[in-house]
């Protein structure tokens, strides 16, 4: 076992059964005229942590573990987007509406594909989520199950939603987690700051958090050993 210094106390992992989820660093919440945008939102708040989550991935590759992207995006059809989330708030241009990275959220249009500075690699497992949670509608579990991952080292956006979300879906199904805080963002950066204090506070009841710079020693300690 690996342990990390983290909060509430230290984290231990193993390689084989350890998986980096980063979720959402799609052009349509990190690019301007995205659905991120279309909301209101700063987005520089959310671009700012790239070189970070990138610096994560290719220490997570360098370990062996297995990676996992998602992105939240719709059906053409928009047949898993419910009214209620279509129809939410006074937004520009609302889900499946054309913008100027193809169809808001759809799968398969630019806005939907992660930003190349942390796209998948061949091989790198893809989930295309309806839900803010990554294990809501997806084979998610099923793909980690045969992959025999039970901790999951978590990075992307946004903090409070889409992050925050899927951390509680997989700790009620039994991983154990850790949030890498700073390859993390929220584009209210109180609403980051709070989000990551209330998953690990009652003990971790939620997960771990760490920065990057806790993981990135590790490298070079598993090097020495061998
Ligand atoms: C949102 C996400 N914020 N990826 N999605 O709608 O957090």
């Not at 301007?32 to 939102?41: D, E, I, M, Q, S």
């Not at 808001?104 to 989930?127: D, F, K, M, T, Y």
């Not at 803010?132 to 080292?153: D, Q, V, W």
């Not at 509680?168 to 109180?190: I, Q, T």
Request: glycine share 10%; with cysteine; proline share 8%.
């Amino acid at each position: 076992m690996i342990t990390v210094d983290a909060l509430p106390y230290p984290f231990h992992f193993d390689p084989e059964s350890t998986a980096i989820v980063s979720i959402d660093m799609q052009r349509d919440f990190i690019e301007p005229g995205g659905f991120g945008a279309t909301l209101g939102n700063d987005i520089r708040q959310v671009a700012a942590i790239v070189p970070t989550v990138a610096a994560l991935l290719s220490w997570g590759r360098a370990l062996g573990l297995t990676i996992v992207h998602t992105r939240e995006a719709h059906l053409p059809d928009l047949s898993d987007c419910p009214t209620a989330k279509r129809m939410r708030g006074n937004p520009k241009i609302r889900i499946g509406d054309p913008g100027p990275m193809g169809r808001l959220l759809v799968r398969g249009e630019p806005g939907s594909q992660i930003i190349p500075q942390v796209a998948p690699l061949p091989g790198e497992l893809v989930v295309d989520k309806p839900g803010k949670g990554a294990f809501y509608g997806t084979t998610l579990g099923s793909m980690l199950e045969a992959h025999g991952i039970h901790r999951l080292i978590v990075c992307g956006v946004t903090t409070e939603v889409c992050v925050q979300t899927t951390l509680r879906e997989a700790n009620d199904r039994g991983y154990e987690c850790l949030l890498v805080e700073d390859a993390a963002a929220s584009y209210f950066p109180d609403y980051h700051a709070q989000t990551v204090e209330m998953l690990r506070s009652q003990g971790g009841i939620v997960c771990w958090t760490a920065p990057l710079k806790n993981l990135l020693p590790i490298t070079a300690e598993l090097e020495a050993r061998t």
